[in-house]
């Protein structure tokens, strides 16, 4: 059993950064392919970054590329996602979810997923 907690969201200008964290609880944690996701209102949940078990391996959703970068920290067990050169567009309630695989993680068919932080970013 995995449980994700996030934190970090809040209101940022457009052009500025912030820096979400997904605390995972579970010894199995390490184990697990992990990613961000995020929904806007009156807008379907939609894949942003993810990263293998090994932290080894990234892969973002092409309007994210080159300004958000996600890591982890299996000791601990932790994944981040630092945002940069944030646009309203990127406004959303962001979350943490847990995956066996990236397939799977991609394919939003995840194990365990977080409660949810917000970003707001002001034009």
């Known amino acids: 059993q995995v449980q994700l907690v996030e934190s970090g969201g809040g209101l940022v200008q457009a052009g500025g950064s912030l820096r979400l964290s997904c605390a995972a609880s579970?010894?199995?944690?390490?184990?697990?392919?992990m990613g961000w996701f995020r929904q806007a209102p009156g807008k379907e949940r939609e894949f942003v970054a993810g990263i293998t078990w090994t932290g080894g391996s990234t892969y973002y959703t092409d309007s994210v590329k080159g300004r958000f970068t996600i890591s982890r920290d299996n000791a601990k067990n932790t994944v981040y996602l630092q945002m940069n050169s944030l646009k309203p567009e990127d406004t959303a309630v962001y979350y943490c979810?847990?995956?066996?695989?990236?397939?799977?993680?991609?394919?939003?068919?995840?194990?365990?997923w977080g409660q949810g932080t917000q970003v707001t970013v002001s034009s």
């Open positions: 579970g010894r199995t944690f390490s184990t697990y392919a």
């Open positions: 979810a847990a995956a066996k695989t990236s397939a799977y993680l991609r394919r939003g068919e995840c194990d365990y």
